[in-house]
């Protein structure tokens, strides 16, 4: 069975924090792909970031970056110095190798960052 | 410009009636889907079409229905037999149909928030 799990419901930061959301995932697939999106108030999921499992380089994109690691199946976001435009809920995904880009979805971390 | 639109934004229902969700794409993309966003439980796949004429369920199919007559339109239609109708639904595309040769991420429309009164 695959599956992605976001411990963390909520987080508040105040503004120019560093905040990590962290993204736990299972699958059997051997080839896989996992992804963040964002959520922000208006409802439209916009793509972040896009990972396959042969690929275990860190990424940084502007203030984000994300930390894949296969060996303790994480694939955490960071954001450094937050600002308020961050303000969002955040979805790790996970799509198998399968005949399908169907993606299953973490529950979600809201974050909320304060002037 | 390119994108996914969805309509209404915001609809109301009373119990027993059937409401349809409208799902419209320019954007080319031959793969659809239906989510399904309740808080706490993060998005559910409703059903999904990798080609017209053709659409397969997902892990929640049951009181929804869907139709693919056309590439760029995806309607889902959630009937009285949904027990519990009240949530957003979210509406997405993907250029290619998945396989380990097509990695492509879904685009999502604004969603559409249903309440059933």
């Known amino acids: 069975a695959q599956k992605v799990t976001q411990a963390q419901t909520e987080i508040s930061v105040v503004e120019k924090e560093d905040v990590t959301l962290d993204c736990v995932y299972e699958t059997r697939d051997t080839t896989y792909y996992l992804f963040w999106y964002k959520q922000p108030p208006s409802g439209e999921l916009v793509f972040l970031i896009r990972r396959n499992s042969f690929d275990e380089q860190n990424e940084i994109s502007g203030r984000y970056s994300w930390n894949f690691q296969k060996s303790t199946s994480s694939f955490n976001f960071t954001i450094t110095a937050s600002q308020v435009v961050d303000s969002a809920v955040y979805f790790c995904a996970l799509k198998g190798g399968g005949a399908t880009n169907k993606l299953i979805f973490g529950t979600g971390t809201l974050l909320a960052v304060q002037p | 410009d390119g994108g996914i639109t969805q309509s209404p934004k915001y609809l109301f229902r009373k119990e027993g009636q059937n409401v349809t969700l409208s799902c419209e794409q320019n954007l080319n993309h031959d793969a659809m889907y239906w989510y399904r966003q309740d808080p706490g439980q993060g998005l559910r796949l409703i059903y999904y079409s990798q080609i017209v004429n053709d659409f397969q369920k997902g892990d929640i199919a049951e009181g929804y229905s869907v139709s693919r007559e056309k590439k760029e339109s995806f309607p889902l239609t959630v009937t009285s037999a949904q027990k519990n109708p009240t949530a957003f639904y979210l509406c997405?595309?993907?250029?290619?149909?998945?396989?380990?040769?097509?990695?492509?991420?879904?685009?999502f429309g604004e969603g559409s928030r249903l309440t059933v009164l």
């Open positions: 997405a595309s993907s250029k290619g149909t998945g396989g380990l040769s097509n990695t492509g991420e879904l685009f």
